[in-house]
């Protein structure tokens, strides 16, 4: 049953791709208009008069949401509405509202491939380049969006985001209002706040931006071409070393961060889950950002600044200027702590590192800390673990007890397993010295020396391999084997 959606599932992305990349790019034509004559051509025999406009009417709120996203506002449009004879709700202006509408958006979104919105965009992937793409894959989809694999022309893999028809904003909007067309406009607004809002949110921890097409003859065609990034896999995470852990939290902390204060004012994720984020090469990187909403929550008195968690809640004082200042700073952070520092963070830390961890756990989880004291926090910790003092009482004569190969590593092959390590079917840990690496060893009954090459993780520290045998030595000029003084091995030219 799941194998059968799935192929469904991908023949509809495929179709759907197909589709858009066959479509003429124009600017001036082939404008989306819900219009009086089509009403009576038969075309939307099924929408009634109410449901036209109550369809244009939630058009035009996404489009007034999405204005504030927009860099500069002199574009040379004026939105006036009137009322049309009796009963006929907003009558012949309707055409032009929505050309208007589509318009502006069709300027602003095309504005950031011209080079006036960013000097990147000038080599940035367009309709064009998605028509010559190759090597597609179904990546996943959801209530709003479609996501497929692609590979660029130079060879770049990319992700590609598009309107999901099948999804259920589609589905329900098609429903209520019988209008295919109609409903794509309006469901493609959060796929063109999130083109926006990747342009201005530019940040090592949110995806990049790397094009967009833009289309609009015969309708509205939407497509975002993003950095490609691997889903995150907290099941896999949790079975990582320690490490890579932090790496994923410091990033997180890094990002919100920024949010805090950006060039869009304070940032709100209010779909804050683990399914929001990817990693690429190990940094996690924010991917889905529609459900973002800039600026504080307006208020008229303190209860309106509260934050309702299952849990707990958290309030903020109505400021005088009527902004709960500081809420989304906080509703960030304490998601971090419930979604990501609670099951990341303090297993399998150093144990010395741990009390730093737990007064991190405690002061994001009853926010006494705001978000600059805890990347503060989060900075000593990676200060002490780089540098290695977090290690205590590692005495130098660990090493006496081992006998030095330079030139030598091991031939590949399973060894014994240890926990958390790099590598599932060995014991593959990161060191910051081989006197650490030498107290590792003491420590595992098993083993009976190391090896270590010239492979670093992100903070700089070497990766370890520990053995419980050598019966075959290779030389390697890059490699040097700690073996423990009377264990055998046996070398090959």
């Known amino acids: 049953m799941q194998h059968s959606l799935s192929i469904a599932l991908t023949s509809a992305a495929l179709i759907v791709l197909v589709f858009l990349l066959a479509a003429k790019v124009s600017m001036d034509n082939g404008y989306v208009r819900l219009r009086e004559r089509d009403f009576n051509n038969g075309k939307f025999n099924s929408v009634g008069v109410s449901q036209r406009n109550a369809l244009l009417s939630e058009i035009k709120e996404r489009h007034r949401g999405l204005l504030r996203y927009y860099t500069g506002s002199a574009w040379g449009f004026s939105l006036t509405y009137r009322k049309g004879p009796a009963g006929r709700g907003l009558g012949l202006e309707d055409d032009t509202f929505s050309r208007t509408l589509e318009k502006i958006d069709e300027v602003h979104v095309k504005a950031l491939s011209t080079g006036a919105v960013s000097a990147a965009a000038a080599a940035a992937a367009g309709c064009e380049e998605l028509r010559s793409m190759s090597h597609f894959e179904f990546l996943g989809s959801g209530y709003t969006k479609l996501v497929l694999k692609g590979v660029l022309p130079n060879g770049t893999a990319v992700a590609l985001k598009s309107v999901n028809p099948q999804g259920v904003d589609m589905k329900r909007c098609v429903e209520g209002f019988g209008d295919v067309e109609g409903c794509y406009r309006l469901v493609s607004y ?43 896999e907290m099941i896999q995470l949790l079975q990582t070393p320690w490490e890579e852990r932090f790496r994923v939290c410091m990033s997180l902390v890094k990002l919100l961060h920024y949010l805090a204060s950006s060039p869009l004012g304070s940032v709100c994720l209010l779909d804050f889950q683990p399914r929001q984020f990817v990693v690429v090469d190990g940094e996690l990187k924010l991917s889905d950002i529609d459900d973002a909403v800039a600026g504080e929550l307006s208020c008229r008195e303190d209860r309106d600044c509260t934050l309702q968690f299952p849990t707990r809640n958290f309030s ?47 002061s994001t989880g009853d926010l006494s800390s705001g978000i600059n004291k805890t990347l503060e926090a989060f900075q000593e910790i990676l200060h002490l673990y780089k540098s290695g003092q977090y290690l205590q009482n590692v005495s130098s004569s660990l090493l006496k007890d081992y006998v030095l190969l330079k030139g030598f590593r091991t031939k590949e092959s399973n060894d014994y397993k240890c926990w958390p390590s790099y590598k599932q079917q060995s014991c593959l840990l990161s060191v910051h010295d081989m006197k650490e690496a030498a107290g590792i060893c003491n420590s595992h009954s098993q083993c009976q020396g190391f090896t270590v090459d010239q492979q670093r993780t992100w903070t700089g520290r070497s990766l370890a391999s520990f053995r419980s045998g050598f019966s075959d030595l290779i030389p390697d000029v890059n490699s040097a084997i700690y073996v423990k003084k009377g264990a055998g091995f046996r070398a090959t030219a």
Not at 211 to 220: F, I
Not at 225 to 231: A, D, R
Not at 316 to 326: E, F, I, L, T, V
């Open 190 to 232: 959060k796929l063109i706040k999130e083109i926006v809002l990747l342009q201005r949110l530019q940040h090592p921890n949110v995806v990049k931006l790397q094009g967009h097409c833009y289309t609009s003859d015969p309708g509205v065609r939407v497509t975002a071409v993003l950095e490609l990034g691997s889903p995150l």
């Open 316 to 362: 903020s004082p109505c400021s005088a200027d009527g902004q709960c200042r500081g809420l989304n700073e906080k509703r960030n952070l304490y998601n971090a702590f419930r979604y990501f520092f609670t099951y990341l963070l303090p297993h399998r830390a150093p144990p010395t590192l741990q009390p730093l961890l737990d007064g991190i756990m405690n």
